[in-house]
């Protein structure tokens, strides 16, 4: 088959190495991991993505390797087949199953967390409010000195004393998980390292597309959350 690959670029590295050993033909495409930051503009641009490629012609399918990721998804349709990880947001996808998923995070959702993907994207992470539109039209009106003092007034930090570190073996090149223990233990956060699972994303690229995973959207659905944990959303008959 010939499959258009969407993807978050937090997943960069498992996309190259997907591609490049699939018995598909892959063409990639890499969008920017903060964009979750502005579900509406990623619904978007995830639209215009999927119709570029449906124009392009010649895909068997259409891959988005992103879950619900802030209901971004919500109301995708394509005008050819497309696959979907049954997921909240990529967390999952490293940890290699919904089932890990909640084991780890199960009882604190709201906990840090970092991989080598999203350290190298982006190192502070916490910066990601810096895209929130809110945010920019604050610094429009009042400029950015005092556009930061409101925004971390109103937003202070986590009070979280835990963190983990989802880490990939033959992933970790670089410095990624040291600098993310040294900011952990600076902020005096007790870190877990967890160990993460790619076979669930070399599926999404790969195949099997079983139901229970993934869903496979036919020409004339669309993307309907059911905020689960399980099915996460369905498809959906125009």
């Known amino acids: 088959m010939k499959i258009k690959l969407i993807c ?3 997943f960069a590295r498992l996309a190259y190495q997907a591609a490049a050993i699939s018995p598909h033909i892959v063409d990639l495409q890499l969008l920017p991991m903060l964009a979750h930051n502005e579900p509406d503009q990623l619904r978007r641009d995830l ?7 449906a124009e392009a012609g010649g895909y068997d399918k259409i891959i988005l390797a ?9 109301g995708l349709s394509s005008p050819v087949p497309m696959i979907i990880p049954r997921m909240h947001d990529c967390s999952a996808m490293f940890l290699g199953s919904r089932k890990q998923f ?21 190192p502070d992470h916490q910066e990601g409010y810096k895209f929130d ?27 979280s004393s835990e963190a983990v570190y989802i880490e990939l073996d033959g ?11 040294k900011q952990m233990s600076e902020a005096d956060c007790q870190t877990e390292v967890v160990a993460g699972d790619t076979s669930w994303f070399m599926r999404l ?23 689960d944990m399980e099915e996460i959303f369905r498809g959906a008959n125009i």
Not at 47 to 53: D, E, G, H, K, L
Not at 111 to 122: A, D, L, V
Not at 133 to 159: C, F, I, R, S
Request: include cysteine.
């Open 8 to 10: 978050c670029d937090v």
């Open 47 to 53: 639209q215009t993505a999927i119709n570029n490629a």
């Open 66 to 74: 992103y879950g619900l990721c802030g209901n971004a998804a919500a």
């Open 102 to 122: 909640s084991k780890v995070f199960g009882h604190r959702l709201s906990t840090r967390w970092r991989s080598c993907g999203y350290m190298e994207r982006c």
């Open 133 to 159: 539109p809110d945010y920019l039209k604050m610094v429009e009106e009042y400029g950015e000195e005092n556009a930061e003092y409101v925004w971390h007034t109103l937003n202070p930090p986590p009070e």
């Open 171 to 181: 992933y970790e090149y670089g410095e990624t998980k040291p600098q993310f223990l």
């Open 205 to 227: 690229v790969n195949g099997p597309w079983d139901t229970a995973d993934f869903l496979e959207l036919l020409p004339g659905d669309v993307i309907e959350p059911i905020y």
